[in-house]
């Protein structure tokens, strides 16, 4: 997930040139050690935006690891969190397929408004989600 209200992603907008030939590699926080080199990553923008929705996709490039904790007050306490590093193949201000039509097509199968990064899609929603996106990349 991104919230533009909780975390700043530097040079956001001139990301829209990424694609599977020339990704564009970033760190990203998840709650979950279980992504694997390979998996499909997803990054939706929520919050207090007029847009919400998928906005970035790509692939899993490392296992997790443990570094210092995005959100500097956690870091002055000590606190880590866990990262996986992600070639990003589209990212786009506009997003590939809205919070609402998430909504609409999955109902309650899916939650698409979680709090922390590094959620699984389920298996059944995943089938029917990534032709969809692929087809708008």
């Keep these: 997930t991104w919230n533009p209200k909780y975390f700043d992603w530097p040079g956001f907008e001139g990301h829209s040139q990424a694609t599977q030939a020339d990704p564009i590699m970033m760190e990203w926080s998840t709650n979950s050690r279980k992504p694997c ?6 990054r939706i923008r929520l919050g207090d935006t007029e847009d919400p929705g998928i906005i970035a996709a790509g692939r899993i490039e490392s296992e997790p690891f443990e570094a210092k904790h995005w ?4 870091v002055d306490s000590g606190q880590s969190c866990w ?27 899916q939650m698409w408004s979680p709090f922390s ?17 692929d087809g708008r990349m």
């Design 37 to 42: 080199v390979g998996d499909r990553a997803y």
């Design 71 to 74: 959100d500097p007050r956690r």
């Design 83 to 109: 990262y996986v590093k992600v070639a990003m193949e589209h990212v786009d201000e506009t997003p590939l397929i809205s919070r609402d039509e998430l909504n609409e097509i999955f109902g309650n199968r």
């Design 117 to 133: 990064s590094g959620i699984r899609i389920i298996e059944d929603v995943a089938e029917e989600l990534v032709p969809l996106l």
